[in-house]
């Protein structure tokens, strides 16, 4: 019997603007260099356009399409309106990932990077049983967990690998 394989979930979390985006833009090359698949699901707590405005699907959205889809011979999208969902469901879209980032779930029970920068936020709002490390330019510290530097991508995906070889 084949052994399913599930990536690996893991957030990344902090306040608004605080530097999440940032924080996977640096660690993804890190990533990728070391063989890793990975994917990113974007938790966004408002209301977002998906569409770049004039675009086709833009157009029959707003005609009243309640989902559209584009491809091309190696990519796709999809928007589609539908109620309760979450990242359970879209990580489903992923399965050959090797790890998947979600970017926000700061209350989530999943493992997690947490952004803390002295010119947005002052302390921790994720629970610490949560947190993989602090990644921090200020001098927040929390017992037993890792404070990591702001522009340390190496040593993020070193703790993310230990992460994953302990979960094995």
């Not at 990536?7 to 306040?15: D, Y």
């Not at 469901?89 to 947490?114: C, M, Q, T, V, W």
Request: one cysteine or more; aromatic letters at 8%.
């Amino acid at each position: 019997m084949d052994v399913v394989k599930k990536p690996f979930v893991v957030a990344v979390s902090g306040v608004k603007n605080s530097g999440k985006t940032t924080f996977i833009e640096k660690l993804i090359p890190v990533l990728k260099r070391r063989g890793y698949l990975t994917a990113v699901i974007k938790h966004d707590g408002h209301q977002f356009d998906p569409d770049v405005m004039g675009t086709d699907t833009w157009r029959v959205r707003k005609a009243g399409a309640y989902a559209t889809g584009i491809f091309s011979s190696d990519q796709w999208m999809i928007v589609k309106k539908e109620p309760h969902m979450d990242e359970n469901r879209l990580a489903e879209f992923f399965p050959e990932a090797d790890i998947i980032l979600i970017e926000g779930l700061k209350n989530s029970d999943y493992p997690k990077f947490e952004i803390v920068r002295k010119s947005i936020s002052q302390k921790s709002v994720c629970k610490k049983e949560t947190l993989l490390g602090l990644v921090t330019d200020t001098d927040i510290s929390i017992s037993g967990v890792a404070s990591l530097g702001i522009d340390e991508p190496e040593i993020w995906a070193d703790v993310l690998e230990d992460y994953i070889r302990k979960k094995n």
